[in-house]
């Protein structure tokens, strides 16, 4: 049911958003959709997402219902700072969003057409679970403005997938895919590698299998064991073995290599698209800073400086919202220390990095050993930014300390 908020400051009852803020109104604005149901859970998986065992005292068919609800209340909490305006991207995540009927999906994203605005070009995201996206779901998102959809392919290697308490069948994401591009969707497919028990070959054809789909971006993350799973309990009883860190390095490599090979860059340390035009808008605005409001239990949110996230379980989020209430269960106000590191840790992951002249005059002077070690870029700093070699990009958590510390 997901990892523990952090903690922060109470939220007053008139909302999350300090009355004294004021935003621009011309800033970039995102919206996230946070759909917390699944089916089963994913061994692996630390996400606030619960299944129809888990969801006492709320109900799925009436999630839409609730989340217009705090639609409404944000925008008004966002026309008294000045700031409404149009998101630019829109991102559907979960659990699983396509367990929910196409229609309420729609039903969302019209509110939050009706209670923010949405830009004429706007990115708008659904990501689903391959079993879940059949021809006519992928008709009726696409009626209702879904641009893109990012499909939980995980592995193409049918026990890594027992492993991760994956459902589907490999053959399901052929499917699922050619479903999405009937109705003219951007396709993304997102891997994980280093699962137990996994071999340099089976990511390979993972690799292989996800390039002959052809999508138009690809995710490949590394398996990280979180405390709480069931997975982190096998591990802990000795049934599969930790994952291997030089395997998972061995794994990026080949995934690099490879993606290069085919067509597409890297713009992220763990994404790839076919070109600029492809790359995903949305995971670039939480990388850059931007604005965005995350509706839903659990979902964070970033305004102005001010953090802010909702109570985790559906039935306290739509019991707040049925009580006219924020449903916001703490919020932290960014102070500059936290923002430079912020800046830093989420600028140095992408492709354009980071300028030079956001770095102390210290972590100046740290840059050119990194440059010396092999882990920055050294044309890239000559011409006055931060980016990441492959080595680097492997390294990233040690590059950032180096130069924050």
């Known amino acids: 049911m997901g990892s523990a908020l952090p903690l922060g400051e109470p939220v007053p009852i008139d909302g999350p958003l300090p009355p004294e803020l004021r935003v621009d ?10 759909v917390p149901f699944c089916r089963v859970r994913c061994g692996y998986c630390d996400f606030n997402t619960y299944t129809a065992t888990e969801l006492r005292g709320t109900r799925q068919d009436e999630y839409a219902d609730t989340v217009l609800r705090e639609i409404e ?4 909490l966002l026309d008294r700072a000045g700031g409404r305006r149009g998101a630019g991207t829109i991102f559907f995540g979960g659990g699983t969003p396509t367990l929910l009927p196409p229609g309420d999906l729609a039903r969302m994203l019209d509110g939050v057409r009706a209670g923010m605005g949405v830009a004429d070009d706007a990115e708008v995201t659904v990501e689903a679970n391959p079993d879940t996206v059949s021809a006519d779901v992928a008709a009726q998102l696409a009626v209702s403005g879904v641009t893109r959809m990012s499909i939980g392919m995980q592995s193409a290697v049918p026990h890594v997938l027992a492993t991760l308490d994956r459902t589907h069948r490999p053959e399901s994401v052929r499917a699922a895919v050619s479903a999405a591009r009937a109705e003219g969707l951007d396709v993304s497919v997102d891997l994980i590698y280093g699962a137990p028990g996994e071999s340099l070959d089976d990511w390979r054809r993972s690799l292989e299998v996800a390039m002959d789909l052809e999508p ?38 080949l995934a690099d290599e490879q993606l290069t090979v085919a067509g597409f860059e890297w713009y992220e340390v763990s994404n790839w698209a076919r070109g600029a035009a492809h790359r995903s808008r949305h995971n670039l605005a939480y990388w850059t800073g931007a604005d965005w409001w995350g509706f839903g239990p659990g979902a964070h949110s970033h305004i102005g400086g001010v953090r802010f996230w909702n109570v985790k ?17 703490a919020r932290e106000v960014t102070d500059a ?33 990194l440059i010396a070690d092999g882990l920055v870029d050294a044309p890239s700093a000559l011409a006055g930014r931060v980016v990441l070699t492959r080595r680097g990009r492997l390294l990233a958590d040690a590059v950032v300390r180096a130069l924050t510390d």
């Open 313 to 329: 379980h559906p039935a306290a989020y739509a019991q707040r919202l049925a009580a006219g209430e924020f449903p916001a269960a």
């Open 337 to 369: 220390a936290a923002r430079t590191l912020e800046r830093v840790l989420l600028r140095t992951r992408i492709r354009e990095g980071l300028a030079f002249a956001d770095l102390s005059e210290r972590a100046r002077g740290q840059a050119a050993a």
């Open 73 to 76: 209340l944000a925008a008004g």
């Open 216 to 253: 138009d971006h690809l995710s490949a993350y590394a398996l990280i064991i979180e405390d709480g799973t069931k997975l982190a309990r096998q591990i802990r009883r000795g049934e599969l073995p930790a994952p291997d860190d030089d395997l998972q390095a061995d794994m990026y490599e």
């Open 25 to 34: 109104p011309n800033g970039d604005f995102s919206v996230y959709l946070h």
